[in-house]
Structure formats: structure tokens, C-alpha cells
């Protein structure tokens, strides 16, 4: 069935990270809502089927390779957008390196067991066990990737007086629930506090910037860290979601649209994570 959601209609929109899970999502979201697309990602396959669902979405589309850690790259993107489309309105800053390696997951699985059983108080010894390499790591794709992509975004944007951006952060930057992944964390929070200060820089000149802090989402990663977690686990995990679900990537692709279109926000986190941070 068609969508009907159009407000959308003639914006160019880029959304990075779109090769899989949420950003593919919410480039078909866009697309849906009558955006012309522009998708990046490190991952070709992965971004070649995304770039396959926003044209069945009715769509257009320009999906590069870039690795938003790179000034370079991503001014490049920034100038094939331009050349492709002319211009860009909307800005979904979703790439990030995510807690995902099997010691992310050992990590993971004793927080959630230290948050759910009764077990003697002690330090779990996440952040002394992070090496410089892996810290880095994440600054450079996390932060430095946003800041990237904003910074040629806005120079785009500020001349026209017209744009959105909504920057992908999690729970992580504003809770306590993903201390298994400190390094992960921090940058989030970063997230979170670099969206409010340009939010506010730029708001004159009709330039609208917001986050979204998702809970856990329903991707095929996540899907797997439960399969292979075994039901204790997957019990433990469930007792610090009120909702008893993970969001759907779809859940959250509708937020992010809502974003993009016209409304009255202005710096806000918004937060869709079932009732774990309330």
C-alpha cells in the first residue's frame, strides 16, 4: 500500500550508517516520506540493499562509500550530494561503532547479571580493562564522525536558512544502563551535549537540531546476542524493560522523520526505550 506521508516532499536528506539496521530503516523511512536520499556507509553490500529499498520506496537515491571518521571523505560525500541534488536539508547522523566484539558481549551479560541477581557489591572493572586503541576507536567514529558531518552540513544549510539534523545518540549517553561499554557511553553522551550547544547556535537561522536516545532496538545483531545468550540471560535483560519488548527499527525510523519534517523542537533528546530510562 502507498504511504501516505509525504511531508517530505522535495527535501534531500542524507542518512549515514544506512547499510544495515536502524539508518537502513530510516533512509526507507525518508524515502516513504517523499525525501530524496543520499546513504553512506563502510559496508557496500550492506548499503547496496538499502539503496535497493529507498528506490522501492519510490525514491531517488546516491549511496557512496565513506568513512565518516575521515574529514576528507566525508567533504567528498558532502560534494557528490551536492552535485547529485543540488543541496541538503536534512542531516541524520546515525554512524557509529557499537559495543558488539565477544568482549563487549562478556561484558554485557555480567552487567545485566550484576543489575538482576543478588550478588556481592564490588567493581565490574569495564573501564580499567579499555585500551587506548578501542577508546580512540570510538571517539574518532562516534564524535568525531557527528562533527564531521554537522560541520558541512551546517555549510550547507546556514546560507539557505532551512534545515534538520537529528544526531543518533542512545541511552547510553544519559543513563547509567550501558556501563558495561563506558568508552560507548561517553561518546553518546558527547553526542548529547554537542547537540544541544549547536542546537542553540543555529536555531535563528531556521536550522533545527535534535537527537533521539534509543533503547535497545530490534536489529539482527541484537536478535543474535539473544539467541546465543540462553534464557537466563534473556530473563535478565527483560527485568529492566518495562515494556517486556525491544523497539522495532520501524518505531524508531518514525521518530526520526518526525525530525526531520516541521515542528517546534528545538535541542531536545528524545527518548524511545520502552519505560528503561523514564
Known amino acids: 500500500m502507498q504511504d501516505q506521508r509525504r511531508n517530505l516532499e522535495g527535501r534531500v536528506a542524507l542518512v549515514t550508517g544506512a547499510g544495515r539496521g536502524m ?10 516520506a517523499g525525501a530524496r536520499v543520499a546513504i553512506c556507509d563502510i559496508d557496500m553490500p550492506a548499503l547496496e540493499e538499502t539503496r535497493a529499498a529507498v528506490q522501492a520506496a519510490g525514491a531517488p537515491c546516491l549511496a557512496l562509500r565513506c568513512d565518516v571518521s575521515s ?3 566525508v567533504a567528498n560525500l558532502f560534494a557528490a550530494i551536492v552535485e547529485r541534488f543540488g543541496t541538503l536539508h536534512i542531516l541524520v547522523n546515525n554512524a557509529a561503532l557499537v559495543p558488539n566484539t ?5 561484558r554485557r551479560n555480567r552487567h545485566y547479571a550484576y543489575l538482576t541477581t543478588p550478588v556481592q557489591r564490588q567493581s565490574l572493572a569495564f573501564t580499567s ?5 578501542e577508546w580512540h576507536r570510538y571517539w574518532d567514529v562516534n564524535v ?17 536558512r532551512d534545515g534538520r539534523i537529528i544526531n543518533i545518540a542512545s541511552i547510553a549517553g544519559i543513563s547509567a ?4 561499554s563506558p568508552h560507548y557511553s561517553a561518546t553518546k553522551g558527547a553526542v548529547v551535549a554537542f547537540t544541544k550547544s549547536v542546537a542553540a547556535e543555529v536555531a535563528g537561522a531556521n536550522i ?10 530490534a536489529t539482527p545483531e541484537f536478535t543474535e546476542y539473544f539467541e546465543a545468550a540462553g534464557e537466563e540471560k534473556r530473563n535478565q535483560f527483560w527485568q529492566v524493560v518495562p515494556a517486556g519488548r525491544l523497539g522495532t527499527m520501524e518505531e524508531y525510523a518514525s521518530t526520526v522523520t518526525y525530525l526531520a519534517g516541521d515542528h517546534y523542537l528545538v535541542g531536545q533528546v528524545i527518548s524511545p526505550n520502552g519505560g528503561v530510562v523514564i
Request: hydrophobic share 45%; glycine share 10%.
Open 208 to 217: 533545527f537540531v535534535n537527537a533521539m536516545a534509543p533503547g535497545g532496538v
Open 23 to 32: 539508518g537502513g530503516a530510516i533512509a526507507v523511512d525518508l524515502a516513504r
Open 144 to 160: 568525531h564522525g557527528l562533527f564531521y558531518c554537522t560541520r558541512e552540513a551546517l555549510r550547507l544549510m546556514q546560507p539557505q
Open 129 to 133: 580493562s579499555i585500551s587506548d586503541e
Open 71 to 73: 574529514s576528507s571523505e
Open 177 to 180: 544502563m550501558s556501563a558495561h
Open 102 to 106: 565477544p568482549i563487549d558481549t562478556a
